[in-house]
């Protein structure tokens, strides 16, 4: 892209996004909303009119070229079960299927992740045995890691696991761990299970009368020096915190606590800033935390926010918020870096019927001139691309 592109899509996010009367034909692969495209299922390489769009992520967004999205589909037909589909710019001659008939569950779906442009991880639940298989983004298999991976991401594969091979009703996980994994030779490189946390004060104090605890959503920084995750506790604990954002070097050393009932933690791009919401419905607040300085400082408060993108410049962001209106119609809010609201992208007027809503998980396009958000329409789920050019 020139500079003079960039330039003007840059200016663009700064104005109101104007929606025009909608284009009803449901059996192409867009609908044009003037700026706006909305990509519904559609038969490409498999039946897709049988699925729903059950989640999507960028492609390495860290890659200015190229606007891929990786679209996990769920299958209406038989439940529990769904494909993995790369869909390359919503082209339907580029999609390709890269595992059929993945076990799962809505909220646990035989978990999906990229971990470079050309590799994918993915869980089969299938088998007794829980397997997680290293597949090319061509559809060749490289490697299979016994034991449940339940989240993933970087060259040097960054990872979740049960200690239990075996998943069965009546068996619960005793123990989980964070582990990083060489993706070449499959050597384990580092291991942390919930006992090592407890040699940190800070969670010494918070966790030794407390039981309950999983480890979740571990994420690399940008640069690769350091990765954080979440302690979880689903059950409503009469004491002691839902959530626990910890803070790690790559080595595992310099293990930190960041703070407690926190939500989605997501990396700034340059690796020095982290931003979470905390507290609980009207009441949360998004914040910005520096690593080197060891701080956290209030971007926006008084939100109902869920998921939060960054610009690839660092300096902008998107997140999704659901209005308690009648219609429930979600919103995307634009923002600066100093929680300034920019604008806010959503669907309202007479030509737009209350069941269909803006609803969830923006991401930026790697060009920094798009935005990707769910979007469901009785009851069906599809993906909007936002253009700002």
Avoid at 267 to 295: A, C, H, P, S, V
Wanted: hydrophobic residues 35%; charged residues 25%.
């Amino acid at each position: 892209m020139d500079i003079q592109r960039r330039l003007f899509c840059f200016c663009l996010l700064f104005s109101p996004l104007i929606n025009s009367k909608e284009n009803t034909a449901h059996d192409c692969l867009q609908v044009n909303i003037k700026t706006t495209d909305i990509y519904y299922e559609v038969n490409t390489v498999t039946d897709f009119n049988k699925h729903h769009i059950h989640s999507y992520f960028d492609l390495n967004p860290d890659n200015p070229s190229g606007n891929d999205l990786l679209c996990f589909r769920f299958s209406d037909q038989v439940p529990g079960l769904g494909d993995i589909i790369i869909n390359r710019g919503f082209d339907p001659k580029k999609a390709l299927v890269i595992a059929k008939g993945i076990s799962g569950t809505a909220h646990e779906a035989a978990l999906q992740q990229w971990l470079t442009d050309e590799i994918i991880a993915y869980v089969d639940n299938t088998k007794e045995n829980v397997t997680t298989e290293i597949v090319s983004s061509n559809a060749k298999h490289l490697m299979r890691i016994t034991g449940g991976l339940r989240s993933a991401n970087s060259r040097t594969m960054l990872g979740l696991f049960s200690s239990h091979e075996l998943r069965r009703p009546k068996k619960k996980l005793t123990q989980e761990f964070v582990r990083v994994i060489d993706l070449k030779s499959g050597v384990i490189q580092l291991n942390i299970v919930l006992d090592d946390l407890l040699q940190e004060e800070a969670l010494n104090n918070i966790l030794k009368n407390v039981t309950g605890y999983k480890i979740k959503h571990p994420k690399w920084s940008p640069d690769g020096n350091h990765f954080l995750f979440v302690l979880f506790n689903n059950k409503r604990l009469e004491y002691g915190p839902r959530t626990i954002l910890i803070l790690s070097d790559r080595d595992g050393n310099n293990i930190s606590y960041i703070g407690e009932n926190i939500h989605h933690p997501v990396w700034g791009r340059t690796g020095n800033n982290i931003y979470y919401f905390k507290g609980e419905g009207k009441e949360q607040t998004l914040y910005k935390y520096d690593i080197t300085m060891r701080y956290s400082a209030p971007v926006m408060r008084r939100m109902t926010g869920d998921h939060i993108n960054v610009h690839p410049s660092g300096k902008l962001f998107v997140v999704d918020k659901v209005t308690r209106s009648k219609s429930r119609d979600g919103q995307i809010l634009l923002l600066n870096d100093a929680g300034e609201i920019l604008t806010r992208l959503s669907y309202q007027g007479d030509n737009i019927s209350y069941r269909k809503r803006l609803h969830s998980h923006p991401i930026w396009s790697r060009d920094g001139c798009s935005v990707f958000a769910n979007i469901i329409e009785n009851g069906v789920r599809g993906v909007v691309k936002i253009d700002f050019n």
